[in-house]
Every structure is written in C-alpha cells, then in structure tokens.
C-alpha cells in the first residue's frame, strides 16, 4: 500500500457569473431633441462577503451627448453611478467561506449602454454588465508517495577516433607565444 501525503494550497473554491442589465434617468439642463452618443467610463469594483453572499459595489461614469433647439446645438451630460449587486457563489465541496477567502472580481463585459432613449424630455439609458467572481481559499490535496526513486541515466560522451586525432592537430606546444 502506498503513502499519501496532503498539500495544503489556495485553490479556487467557489465561482459564479451573473449577467446584470439596468435602467437609469437623466435630466438635462435644456429640453433634448436627439441623443447623439452615450458611452460609459471609469468602471471602478470591489466585492466583499455578508453573511454567505457576495456583494460587489462600484461605480463609473455615464456621458451622454445630445442635441437641443431643434437639433441646432449640443450638448454632453455626465454622471458618476454608483450601484451595488448582489451574487450568490456557491462554495465547491461543503467548503466554508472563512474571514481568510480571497473575493476576486472580474468585469467579464464592462459596462456598456446599449440602449437611449427621451421620454417626456428625460434621457432614459440602460446599462448592461457581466460580473465575475471567484473565490479563492485553502484547499487540501491528497497525493500518493512512491518510495522507489528513479534510477538516473548516465549518458556517455561519444569520442570517436576523429575527434581525439582533430584535437591533437589543433592543439600547438607554443600557445603561449603566440
């Protein structure tokens, strides 16, 4: 019977995704007549455990650019959202969620508008986001041990007849001299 051994590692114990969308109001200084573009910047995130569910707070930057007086002039509105999401990870193998479980969080797709609309004269825009998140705790694995230790090959220089005689000819007496 063999010998085992346990590895105590950081592993990736737990891991979940989820695909968020969600709708927002803005209200602009002048009525708008078109909204011409609306990107999204500056995607901050960080995530954190309460009770056995992670949550991921962040924020970034809407800027909306729009036309007004009947498409005669325009404008670019910004704003900073700040949201908070929930995700429900689910440890692998009974494992527990202690104080030292590293949270990692990945934008697996940024935010991004993808939808914009005006009605009754505010710009309504909805965001899109895929969030990632992986747990990473100890782990252990268990390995078996062999006793018996590889023999080592030898491997020998093949020196030919050829290769003493090139090396008497290339080596002179007076190296020193020359």
Avoid at 37 to 66: A, P
Avoid at 114 to 140: S, W
Wanted: with cysteine.
């Amino acid at each position: 019977m063999g010998k085992y051994r346990e590895i105590v590692t950081k592993a990736v114990v737990g891991k979940a995704k989820k695909h968020f969308k969600n709708v927002y109001n803005l209200k602009t200084e002048v009525l708008p007549s078109t909204v011409l573009g609306c990107w999204v910047i500056n995607h901050k995130f960080r995530g954190y455990k309460t009770g056995d569910k992670i949550m991921v707070d962040g924020s970034f930057d809407v800027n909306i650019w729009y036309s007004y007086d009947d498409d005669s002039k325009t404008g670019v509105v910004s704003k900073t959202v700040d949201y908070s999401e929930v995700i429900n990870v689910k440890a692998k193998e009974d494992h527990e969620l202690s104080g030292d479980t590293e949270i990692i969080v990945r934008a697996l797709n940024q935010p991004s508008c993808n939808r914009v609309e005006i009605k009754d004269g505010i710009i309504e825009y909805e965001i899109e986001k895929e969030l990632g998140v992986e747990l990473v705790g100890d782990a252990k694995v268990k390995i078996s041990v062999e006793e018996d230790e590889e023999p080592w090959d030898i491997i020998e220089d093949e020196v030919t007849e050829d290769v003493n005689k090139e090396i008497e000819e290339s080596v002179t007496e007076d190296f020193i001299n020359q």
